[in-house]
């Protein structure tokens, strides 16, 4: 046992998926303090829960990326991993995005969960789009009435959203009580209005008419915060800044200019003190007097144009970047005071401390945990000093970057980095680290193989591409004929452009090559291929396909769309998990010749699940505010068809069936995991609620009722669903993972386990799990222990302990790289999709550069 196995790889270059650039990023607002100071006190020693990360794409994707992190736990090696994906209309872009809190009469004590809050986005255009992040879709729309949306922001206490219009107008949209609708419009400027901040809120004063011995609780309902002013970056060398009472410019800060032309502010934001900080298309950062609208200090910091800045949680740093990658750190400094009333010798100053080019290419989105909200002194809030805040940044080259931010005067204390890329943690000495992007929506891979028919699917916005892998030659077939290559062992055999409303989310190909499936968020279409004389495939959609689906829906206005698919493998059944949280378990007709429902299962819905005597209930840390309550229902029926139920709404984002054929396991955004019986088309069992969300799902072919859990945090767990335990030889296995494999920062994505022998003899069970920069062989079979790390020129670490076996069963390989999808498509032989940065980037256009006047 743990014996070296010898594979043969194809490593699949071909595949020229690219990812979208990313445009826009927003962390979760937290909630305004008591204006009484209540809880001022309490906020001192709090340790925020790390919040949900929304990243928005250049494609019109949005992606809800959740903290790999345990609530009780600082470090996440991890950081954050796609929980779901918002599929944008197609053809869309997203350019700006805003999350408010949902009720924010409410003060919130932790951080908010995206239950607690509202999202909003623009695309270029001229409406603004509010999303329902449970469905998945677009809840409702808003035109601006002012033109192209160029920039939105929303006020620190959430109940208001400014829209930067075409005309050179703001307009105010109430969202208060859940609504979305226009306020009022402030006085038109002459120019575009390209970034929005309003100033720090102001104390509301007390009604002259209450009276004195009134209670305190009395005004708790009321808005204990009032706006005063907002600031916009204007396409004309100017800011400008607006009087809210009376909705008139008040002044006008003009930038510099190059030969006459136009400089464009870009961004803009503000302090707690009410400095305005501004990044403009000279690549000047300025910092500016919000009282007299004076210029305090200028900073020649970059290159090209400065495209985005954020803000440190205690406001004393803040940083810039955009087209020259570079990212540059401000940070206060005291200086003496000469009793000078000059704006040189002011008590504070800013001084550029650091810079670093953590990007190839454009940066068009930067955002702070904790976020940072503009307060007076009196309330400012306060930070734990020895946790470091995180930086992430994004742009053109398409995957986020994630930094530790600690300022340099913290280090008088030991500061823990939650990124754990380092022992420092301060931007300037710290490693940055780069997270990996996934190629599919929810986290998902959106590239696929068909084993017996040895193919590839690759899946992009609207298109899907076909190659089939050949046999691969030998050395000496390439001696014997020079002219073949590498690049011979595989063709293009599709590809077609399809006609879609959103992007796709889901795709999956048979084994044997005949029938594949695509699914936007409305619905979803099946095509049979048929194979032609030249080797290539020809489509044929199977057209009532939709129309059968949706006969089996309860609701006719449910999306006939599917989060995921997936074939059995014989390639009889079709599995298809709805966005409406049904799983359809479809007949594809080969007796018959046209596809037939079979069952329709509602578990996903369900809040509380009855197996036998048994109670499941859902985690009370959703953050949907629900009540758990036992129930006693019928499995046999859908849960949401009694009036004992309440149903929810939960995204299915993977699904594995056994090789055997007999079962199906789903599981979800809520990390519960179904497990249902093909052969009775039974619901069989559900699996206990995990901490983290499952990121890899698949059974074992030497022992198909053994089902492989791979999570977000490179953790796994072993369930035997026959059995419908948690096998006792599994547990030492899974509690004994190397630090090697739980600390890699890039998380588990997949898992693949070896196929039985051609003549049907059992193998050992070996498992192969990836992320996006590592392939980690475990053998379910062997000792205990971590048998090596290999890299590309190195030869695996022998075990260092004399008790123990040399050759153990956690064996890791760095070698691959980025991976997109790797499977076995036989036995002793692994297809591994492999995308190279540099191939990604040398499709991109070239990147600034700014020659040095001398250099060679």
Known sequence: MGE???????????????????????????????????????????????????????????????????????????????????????????????????????????????????????????????????????????????????????????????????????????????????????????????????????????????????????????????????????????????????????????????????????????????????????????????????????????????????????????????????????????????????????????????????????????????????????????FPVDIAPILISGGLDMSLVAAPAAIAQSTKTRVINPLVTSVVATFEDAYHRRIAYSSGSNGNTGVHVARKARLVMCMRETSVTVWRILPMKSEAELEENPRLTRKDDWEKVLEMDLNVQTNLVAGAISDDGRWLVVSDYLQTKLFSLISTDTGDITPKRVRDFPDIVSSQLPDAHSPSGASSLAFTPDSSKLILAMYSSYVVIIDLGKESGRPVVLRRFGQHRMKNVVVGERVVKRRKDDGDGDVDVDIDIDMAEPAEDTSLSKPVVALVTRIAISPDGQWLATTDDHRRTHVFNLDSIQHHTVLPTFPQPVHALAFSPATPSLLVLGFANNTLELYDVEARQFPAWARALCASLPRRLTHLHDTLAGVTLAPRAEDGSATAQVALFWGATWLCKVQFDAPVGFGGFKRRRGRPAEAQDEGRPKAQNFKLLTQYRQILRAEFVGPGELVVVERPLVDVLAKMPPAFFKPKYGAS
């Open 4 to 382: 070296t196995t010898t594979l043969s790889v194809h490593r699949c270059r071909f595949v020229d998926y690219s990812p979208s650039a990313i445009t826009a990023l927003a962390f979760p607002p937290l909630s305004l303090p008591s204006i009484k100071g209540k809880k001022k006190a309490a906020d001192a020693a709090r340790r925020w829960r790390v919040g949900s990360l929304v990243v928005g794409r250049a494609n019109g994707n949005i992606e809800i990326c959740e903290w790999t992190g345990n609530p009780q736990d600082i470090e996440a090696p991890q950081a954050w991993v796609v929980r779901k994906t918002l599929s944008g209309p197609q053809p869309s872009t997203v350019d700006s995005l805003a999350l408010t809190l949902r009720f924010p009469d409410e003060r919130l004590e932790d951080t908010p969960t995206m239950a607690d809050l509202r999202l909003f986005s623009t695309g270029g255009g001229s409406e603004l789009m509010e999303w329902d992040v449970e469905q998945g879709s677009v809840k409702r729309t808003l035109p601006s009435q002012g033109g192209s949306i160029w920039s939105i922001a929303a006020n620190p206490a959430s109940t208001i959203l400014a829209l930067g219009c075409e005309d050179g107008s703001i307009h105010l949209v109430t969202l208060e009580d859940d609504s979305l609708h226009h306020l009022r419009r402030l006085d038109r400027s002459k120019s575009r209005i390209l970034s929005l901040a309003w100033g720090p809120p102001v104390p509301r004063q007390p009604r002259k008419s209450a009276p004195a011995n009134s209670d305190d609780s009395d005004d708790d309902d009321e808005d204990e915060w009032s706006d005063s002013w907002i600031v916009a970056g204007c396409s004309d060398s100017s800011l400008r800044k607006w009087d809210l009472g009376t909705g008139r410019a008040l002044d006008r800060m003009g930038t510099d200019k190059v030969r006459g032309e136009r400089t464009l502010v870009w961004t803009v934001g503000v302090l707690g003190d009410g400095t305005i900080v501004s990044g403009d298309s000279l690549g000047m950062v300025k910092f500016w007097d919000s009282r007299t609208c004076t210029q305090l200090q200028s900073f020649d910091a970059h290159g090209a144009d400065v495209l985005c800045l954020a803000i440190s949680p205690e406001g004393s740093t803040v940083y810039s970047s955009g087209v020259d990658q570079k990212t540059v750190q401000f940070t206060t400094v005291s200086t003496p005071s000469s009793g000078s009333a000059s704006i040189l010798s002011a008590p504070k100053r800013w001084v550029r401390t650091s810079s670093k080019r953590m990007h190839s290419h454009d940066v068009r989105a930067l955002a702070v945990w904790p976020p940072y909200t503009p307060l007076p002194s009196s309330h400012r809030r306060t």
